[in-house]
Structure formats: structure tokens, C-alpha cells
């Protein structure tokens, strides 16, 4: 079945030092791909996003790599800070706007 | 400046009585869903709407309908909310751009059943 989950629940990283979210994914047939930021008590916010015909995008102090060869999604944040703490969810979309998001992992930045 | 909002941001309701969460959007998106986040999970699709359209997740139990009177705004009812029914609410849209485009999520609504 259609699935989208995390190798890594938790995540603690030192201010200043870049972070890794990895994300993987089964539904060879999605063609979209979303990274999600969600602080305590607020909506999931969009960070960054990625299609299927490409395997690297990068934002402000984000970059998102996509591996199709092992369905690998991944989210790097270039010198964390504290305000990047928070759960992040990958999310994949096969069409027909059905988005479905992975489990989380939850990033702790210690200053 | 809020984009997608939802009311109320907490709604405390009985056991077995019918309940509505609220959504509006200032985006003009086509696009409206709403998904369910229980603590420490991903959220979960519960149905979305395209336009008029009514999609709804296979998964969705019958004890949640949606309305969409308009593109501005949907709302959730809960016909007999039960204890497991206890979660964040999300509503969220997105606008067609060739088959993609994100999701804007509204605060959210956590609704307590007691």
C-alpha cells in the first residue's frame, strides 16, 4: 500500500551545524514531493518542494534531494538554529491531490 | 495576515453530540481538505474538496460529513463524536498549478470530547 515514513524520530543537533531529515517512501507512482515544518500548536507550514523529474532543489538554508532509484527523500537545513526546531513531515502527492504525510521527526537544536 | 482560518481554535464538546469546525480562506484556492492529527501523529486526509467536487478517503469513517457552500468556506461535522474522536482538526487548501501545488494549513481546531 501507499506509504511514506521516517527512519528518524528525533533529531538533536547543535546550533550552527547543518541537519538531516530523512524520509522514505513506497509509492513509486507519486510524482510530488513536499517537506512540511510544524511548531507546538500551529498548522503545518511549507517549506520546500520537489517533483519527480528532478533529484535536487534548494531553498534558503534548505535543499531537498530526491533518490527515485531508493524512493529517499531527503531535507537538509544548513546552519540550524533554534527557531528550526520542530516536527517535519515529508508528504508525497500521486495525483489527484491526495497527500499523504509521513510519520515526522521531531528536531531539537541545542544552543 | 491569516490566509486560512479556522474556528474555533478549541471546541469542547460532549460525547455523542453533533459539533461543526469551521474554515475560510482568503486565497481564492480551488482546492479545500480537511485531515485529522491526533498527538505526536502526521496528519490524516479525511476528504477534500476540488472545486464542488466531494472526494473522501476511503478510510473515513461515515461519522464525518463536509460541507462547501462556497469557495471560501468548509466546514466539518461531526454527527456523533466518540472519545477516539479527540484530535487537531487541520483544514488546509492548495491551488491546481498543473496537477501540484502545497498545502496552506489553517491553525487548526483541537477539539475535546468529553
Known amino acids: 500500500g501507499e506509504s511514506v515514513g521516517l527512519h528518524l524520530p528525533t533529531l538533536s543537533v547543535q546550533e550552527g551545524d547543518n541537519s538531516i531529515i530523512n524520509c522514505a517512501y513506497s509509492n513509486s507512482a507519486s510524482d510530488y514531493f513536499i517537506w512540511y515544518k510544524q511548531e507546538s500548536g500551529k498548522g503545518p507550514q511549507f517549506i520546500i518542494d520537489i517533483r519527480s523529474n528532478m533529484d535536487k532543489r534548494q531553498g534558503q538554508r534548505v535543499t531537498v534531494l530526491l533518490n527515485k532509484t531508493v524512493k529517499h527523500l531527503s531535507l537538509q537545513i544548513a546552519a540550524t538554529q533554534p527557531g528550526d526546531s520542530a516536527v517535519y513531515f515529508c508528504?508525497?502527492?500521486?495525483?489527484?491531490?491526495?497527500?499523504?504525510f509521513g510519520a515526522g521527526t521531531r528536531l531539537f537544536v541545542k544552543a | 495576515d491569516a490566509m486560512v482560518i479556522q474556528n474555533p481554535r478549541y471546541q469542547v464538546t460532549q460525547f455523542g453530540k453533533p459539533v461543526t469546525l469551521s474554515c475560510s480562506q482568503t486565497l481564492n484556492h480551488n482546492v479545500m481538505y480537511w485531515y485529522q492529527q491526533k498527538s505526536s501523529q502526521a496528519p490524516k486526509l479525511l476528504f477534500h474538496?476540488?472545486?464542488?467536487?466531494?472526494?473522501n478517503e476511503a478510510d473515513t469513517p461515515d461519522n464525518f460529513q463536509s460541507r462547501r457552500p462556497n469557495t471560501s468556506f468548509c466546514f466539518l461535522d461531526i454527527r456523533s463524536p466518540g472519545l477516539g474522536d479527540a484530535a487537531m482538526y487541520l483544514c488546509?487548501?492548495?491551488?491546481?498549478?498543473?496537477?501540484?501545488?502545497?498545502?496552506?494549513f489553517g491553525q487548526g481546531t483541537r477539539l475535546t470530547v468529553v
Open positions: 488546509a487548501t492548495s491551488r491546481d498549478q498543473g496537477g501540484m501545488g502545497e498545502a496552506f
Open positions: 508528504a508525497e502527492d500521486t495525483g489527484g491531490f491526495k497527500t499523504i
Open positions: 474538496y476540488y472545486d464542488k467536487d466531494f472526494n
